[in-house]
């Protein structure tokens, strides 16, 4: 196997490890009766772990692609790639796909957000009065709303690239 195939492999297998037993240890701490907050730190730590081992591989994976496609390298593709835009260089697309990934996440992280203030607020609305059922249920569609132009706004960023 390649050093390639290998690091590609880590890149899928090592986070789904971490967020399996980050589940497990998560629902085991929370069935044990410890508090919300200790739960929440685990889950932040995961989180960052998960941060620094994707992208210790995807660099690493990138670094190998380069060391690979090194020594190919003639002289005729070199002008060939300095006459070239800069928008296909591999380090755009990686920024571009990054840039997708920050917007779904952070929209998707403030639609969480914002469904979860308004769903409880729109469920008790709608409990004292049936008649605000549709009141209740635009301002749970609008929280909602923030997680999909975030997800029409990477698709974009993921068609330029």
Known sequence: MTMKTILTAALIIIPALILMFSAYYTFR????G???RKVLRVNVATFLI???AVSVCAFAVSAADEAVAAPAVTAAAEA???AAPAADSGSSKGMGLLAAALVTAISGIGGGIAVAAGAPAAIAATSEDPKSFGKSL???ALGESIALYGVVISILILNKV
Request: hydrophobic letters at 55%.
């Open 29 to 32: 701490q929370r069935m044990q």
């Open 34 to 36: 410890k508090s919300v």
């Open 50 to 52: 998960l941060i620094v």
């Open 80 to 82: 060939a790639q300095e």
């Open 138 to 140: 635009i301002f749970v």
